[in-house]
């Protein structure tokens, strides 16, 4: 009974080990991909994104930190950090908001270069092309319960898919191009819409 115990402890101590190891790597291979990302003072790219129950759609982004504009045939969208701004084409309304960490990553596929450094448990498998990194939050209370992020060897993503409840959404990126990003790009440019509705939801 003893030794059973001994062998039990021992096992769940290399689990232990084995799962550190694991969540250190992926936090490397994270870091050096939020470096990339913003190598250059921002990047650009061309993303499609689906999602259980509502439908997809394509559009190009923007991003520099935390900032970010994307563009969708139905909307745009600007964060510059506090305040975001989207504009829907078909009723010319612009909806004010803070967004909270679910409604940022509705748009933004880089959502996860913040998210990962806490309050996640991180595992790591690697195939021919790069890594897929999974998180998986430590508590309930997380939007997002769950997130995979798909990097290539030069340390690009190239997939995120992310569960929120019990429905997933994946985004696909391509054309990924580092770049300086001028920071007025991820603030509403009202003039350019002078018959626009603004509709404050803070």
Not at 89 to 116: A, C, G, H, W
Not at 132 to 156: C, D, F, N, P, W
Request: charged share 20%; with cysteine; net charge positive.
């Amino acid at each position: 009974m003893k030794k059973k115990m001994i062998l039990t402890a021992m096992v769940a101590m290399l689990a232990m080990v084995c799962w550190g190891q694991q969540a250190a790597k992926a936090k490397k291979i994270l870091d050096k991909t939020a470096q990339t990302l913003n190598a250059q003072g921002g990047a650009s790219a061309h993303f499609t994104l689906s999602s259980d129950g509502i439908g997809s759609t394509s559009g190009t982004i923007a991003i520099k930190g935390v900032k970010f504009r994307a563009t969708t045939p139905e909307a745009s969208t600007w964060y510059n950090g506090t305040t975001q701004w989207t504009y829907m084409k078909k009723t010319e309304e612009v909806n004010v908001s803070n967004p909270d960490e679910r409604q940022q990553s509705q748009l933004n596929p880089y959502q996860f270069i913040t998210m990962y450094k806490s309050g996640y448990r991180l595992s790591i498998k690697e195939g021919a092309g790069g890594w897929e990194v999974h998180l998986k939050a430590l508590s309930l209370g997380r939007s997002i319960q769950e997130m995979y992020v798909t990097v290539s060897k030069q340390y690009v993503p190239t997939k995120v898919r992310l569960r929120e409840g019990k429905k997933w959404s994946t985004i696909t990126i391509s054309d990924f191009k580092a770049g300086n990003q001028s920071d007025d790009t991820f603030t509403f440019p009202a003039k350019d819409y002078p018959n626009a509705e603004i509709i404050d939801l803070r």
